[in-house]
T-cell receptor
Framework: SAVISQKPSRDICQRGTSLTIQCQVD?????MFWYRQQPGQSLTLIAT?????????ESGFVIDKFPISRPNLTFSTLTVSNMSPEDSSIYLC?????????????FGEGSRLTVL | AQKITQTQPGMFVQEKEAVTLDCTYD???????LFWYKQPSSGEMIFLIY??????QNATEGRYSLNFQKARKSANLVISASQLGDSAMYFC??????????????FGQGTILTVHP
């Protein structure tokens, strides 16, 4: 499985500010996925990031609120813009495993954001 | 569209006993993968086990096994010989297979497992 590192692991942010989360993978991957997990909830896919193209956003998520960069095959960033307390969540990046036949995703440690 | 249902918000088990976590699913995809993940209080997501929809045998990975009943659309996780470290949130998830690529990974609501000494 790939080793996925996320920064920051946690942060406390003020309302109205923006924060960028970084995701670094130790191998080249085609797609990277960003998920949100609100407190006590399940994981919801925000967007899929392919290198060299615009990210594909799921229903309910927009680029202005969650801009994503994918400058190369091992790195991606997710920005949470103009934060409100409702954005307090764990944000996780993930990549597919080495076996494309089984489709499992591996996740970073997550970035736990608290918005005051 | 896909839907994953985990009907047990919380489960308790005695250390060294076995426990079954329920998962049912609904999908229109003819082919799909089913997955279980463990999320400790630290927040990381740990992949546990995979079952393909056309696999004839139930998947096993160490103390984890997946009781796959395709006709009933269920994919229950069985943890044998529970350990205190198994206390965590467990998520069932699935991805549809189009024939050339997988769709998005969809998660159930999760079950909190507590292992008592």
């Amino acid at each position: 499985s790939a080793v996925i590192s996320q920064k920051p692991s946690r942060d406390i942010c003020q309302r109205g500010t923006s924060l960028t989360i970084q995701c670094q993978v130790d191998s080249q991957v085609t797609m990277m996925f960003w998920y949100r997990q609100q407190p006590g909830q399940s994981l919801t896919l925000i967007a899929t990031a392919n290198q060299g193209s615009e990210a594909t956003y799921e229903s309910g998520f927009v680029i202005d609120k969650f801009p994503i960069s994918r400058p190369n095959l091992t790195f991606s960033t997710l920005t949470v813009s103009n934060m409100s307390p409702e954005d307090s969540s764990i944000y996780l990046c993930s990549v597919e495993g080495l076996s494309v036949n089984t489709g499992e995703l591996f996740f970073g440690e997550g970035s736990r954001l608290t918005v005051l | 569209a896909q839907k994953i249902t985990q009907t047990q918000p919380g489960m308790f088990v005695q250390e060294k006993e076995a426990v079954t976590l329920d998962c049912t699913y609904d999908t229109s995809d003819p082919s799909y993968g089913l997955f279980w993940y463990k999320q400790p209080s630290s927040g990381e997501m740990i992949f546990l086990i995979y079952q393909g929809s056309y696999d004839q045998q139930n998947a096993t990975e160490g103390r984890y096994s997946l009781n796959f009943q395709k006709a009933r659309k269920s994919a229950n996780l069985v943890i044998s010989a529970s350990q205190l470290g198994d206390s965590a949130m467990y998520f069932c998830a699935m991805r549809g297979w189009s024939g050339t690529s997988y769709g998005k990974l969809t998660f159930g609501q999760g079950t909190i497992l507590t292992v008592h000494p």
